[in-house]
Nanobody, 120 residues
Framework: QVQLVESGGGSVQAGGSLRLSCAASGYTYSSDYMAWFRQAPGKEREGVAAIYTGGGSTYYADSVKGRFTISRDNAKNTVYLQMNSLKPEDTAMYYC?????????????WGQGTQVTVSS
């Protein structure tokens, strides 16, 4: 059974930083994509960052480029999202996802989410 467990969310002031973690279990982790998505109230879910766990290639939404960094520790089956220079518009529920990647729609496994709140 695949499990993705996120942690690290919280409340922070604008300009601050947070690091999210996603621990994967029951999943062949080493040759697929892991990603972070977010969904704000009243908005559609959007892809934020993705990483190819086999080679480390990364992809980012334009809205977070230069501020967020996705990374992985294959030995721990864990993916991280370092978020710097946070803005109030980054406030959302953040979800970890796993799957074949290639597009934001090609992720079939999801975590339960962790809330990030950025105050101005």
């Amino acid at each position: 059974q695949v499990q993705l467990v996120e942690s690290g969310g919280g409340s922070v002031q604008a300009g601050g930083s947070l690091r999210l973690s996603c621990a994967a279990s029951g999943y062949t982790y080493s040759s697929d994509y892991m990603a972070w998505f977010r969904q704000a109230p009243g908005k559609e879910r959007e892809g934020v960052a993705a990483i190819y766990t086999g080679g480390g290639s990364t992809y980012y939404a334009d809205s977070v480029k230069g501020r967020f960094t996705i990374s992985r520790d294959n030995a721990k089956n864990t993916v991280y999202l370092q978020m710097n220079s946070l803005k109030p518009e980054d406030t959302a529920m953040y979800y970890c996802a796993a799957g074949r990647g290639g597009s934001w729609s090609n992720f079939g496994y999801w975590g339960q989410g962790t809330q990030v709140t950025v105050s101005s």
